[in-house]
């Protein structure tokens, strides 16, 4: 189940009295689809609200506030994933990618937001209006 993945990093089972309450961000800024953003959030306090501070968190705050040590999930809902690109490039993209593949964090990609995770996409090839090729 989604709570058992969100424990601690270290894997310990703590009472919820001592158990540090871990922080859910949404990322919520340029290119965020308004619909998508507000599904997202409306299902994860839904689910989390008595275990996780759902939060949303801007491409400037990914860069700069220190989120990776109380953060559980990190999730980037759907949308258009080059303005993610473009706004998250750089050290927010860096912080990110360390998160996740040195501290072992986790990470949501919904639709755009898996296509911003990804090397390379390749959708709806040749399908004018649709196609979305190349590199991330």
């Known amino acids: 189940p989604l709570l058992s993945t969100l424990s601690p990093p270290n894997g310990l089972l703590m009472p919820t009295a001592i158990r540090r309450r871990l922080n859910v961000l949404v990322y919520s800024d340029v290119g965020v ?20 501070a759902v939060q949303t968190v801007t491409a400037m705050q990914l860069a700069s506030a220190p989120w990776e040590d109380t953060c559980g999930l990190l999730v980037i809902p759907g949308g258009r994933d080059l303005p993610y690109c473009e706004a998250l490039a750089g050290e927010a993209v860096m912080r990110i990618s360390r998160y996740v593949r040195e501290a072992g964090g986790r990470y949501l990609g919904l639709c755009a937001g898996a296509y911003f995770a990804a090397r390379r996409v390749r959708f709806e090839a040749g399908r004018p209006g649709y196609e979305v090729i190349g590199p991330r």
Do not use: P
């Open 33 to 52: 689809s308004t619909a998508a953003l507000h599904h997202c959030l409306a299902t994860l306090q839904r689910l989390l609200r008595h275990s996780h």
